[in-house]
């Protein structure tokens, strides 16, 4: 029996392959064939649990496994940049006032100052450091996407999200998903 | 001997956060005139246009790198005589080998304070800190 592989289900095909090769050899009459077969059983069992554990990774069906968490950490770089520019606006006008100041108040200040526009740079570093894991990422999810087609269809766990209240966590949204402070009090307004 | 204070810097960053901490920064050493740039290309231009006294650039930028601009400024005739100093949280040997090989006169890594900047920019323009 010669296994007959295409490029998008080479595993899949390669799975049913194995088994059938187990059925068949199960039914010989060789007193050697146990420990071949009990070792082929063994693939076959780990490919099925590989598989169900993917399956379980996509779970959100065609929902990309990494694109949202992607867009959280960008969402970071965007949130900490509006930060870092609020400090700044507030070290500029100390800085302006510090200059209308004598001395010592005024060098205090500056210095002061000096020190905020030097912490600033963390939305620079820790920008650069979340852009790196976002790259990483969305490299695993083109991956995973791969290996998901290699497989074929992917048995879907029940349930596999979290239930109840616990489903209610899903901290804070995304800007482009976000609910204004106008949306949420309309919102009440109808619930009340 | 202190800094130029009449200097013409152009800084290169593509975080509006850093172009601020820069401005800010060297504002405080009482240098203002100061040009900004979000990437290589548009720095090139503004040097091509009129050349500093002092570029300072970040090394990780697309489409155009730190480096990338450090190359095209030293094979320039009239820019490559102009110091640049790389800011950049690229620290490993290998980067910094390969910006000095490049002709970078001077490496700052982030995040830095502002007495090294003071001290950097010194030190490429030839005066005491």
Same mark, same amino acid.
């Given at each position: ?100 100041? %004598? &001395?010592?108040?005024?060098? /205090? #200040? ?8 030097? @912490? $600033?740079?963390?939305? +620079? *570093? ?34 596999? %999200? &979290?239930?109840?209240?616990? /489903? #209610? ?8 998903? @976000? $609910?204004?402070?106008? +949306? *949420? ?8 | ?129």
């Amino acid at each position: 029996m010669e296994p007959q592989f295409n490029n998008a289900s080479r595993l899949l095909d390669a799975h049913g392959f194995l088994d059938r090769v187990i059925a068949e050899l199960r039914v010989l009459q060789s007193p050697q064939k146990d420990t071949l077969v009990s070792v082929l059983q063994y693939l076959s069992d780990h490919i099925r649990t590989t598989r169900s554990e993917i399956g379980a990774l996509r779970q959100g069906g065609n929902t990309p496994l990494f694109g949202n968490t992607a867009d959280e950490l960008e969402e970071i770089i965007t949130e900490t940049a509006r930060a870092a520019g609020s400090i700044m606006d507030a070290a500029e006008a100390i800085e302006s006032v510090a200059a209308t100041l %004598g &001395p010592p108040a005024n060098g /205090a #200040l500056m210095e002061a100052v000096t020190k905020i526009y030097e @912490a $600033s740079a963390f939305q +620079d *570093i820790t920008g650069q450091r979340i852009t790196k894991v976002v790259g990483v990422l969305l490299s695993l999810e083109v991956k995973l996407a791969s290996l998901t087609e290699a497989f074929g269809s992917l048995p879907q766990p029940p349930n596999a %999200g &979290p239930q109840g209240d616990e /489903a #209610l966590l899903n901290g804070p949204q995304l800007m482009k998903n @976000a $609910s204004s402070q106008s +949306d *949420i009090d309309a919102l009440f307004e109808t619930l009340s | 001997m202190s800094l130029n204070k009449n200097m013409r810097v152009v800084i290169v960053d593509d975080y509006t956060t850093m172009l601020r901490i820069l401005r800010n920064l060297l504002r405080q050493l009482e240098i203002e005139n100061v040009e900004e740039a979000n990437d290589g290309d548009t720095a090139f231009h503004l040097m091509q246009k009129s050349p500093p006294d002092l570029i300072i650039s970040d090394w990780n930028m697309a489409p155009m790198t730190g480096l990338d601009l450090l190359r095209k400024v030293r094979a320039d005739a009239r820019l490559r005589h102009i110091p640049f100093i790389m800011v950049t949280a690229e620290s490993k040997t290998e980067n910094v080998i390969a910006a000095k090989q490049a002709g970078v006169s001077n490496y700052i890594v982030k995040p830095f304070n502002a007495d090294t900047l003071r001290a950097k920019i010194a030190s490429v323009c030839g005066v005491t800190a």
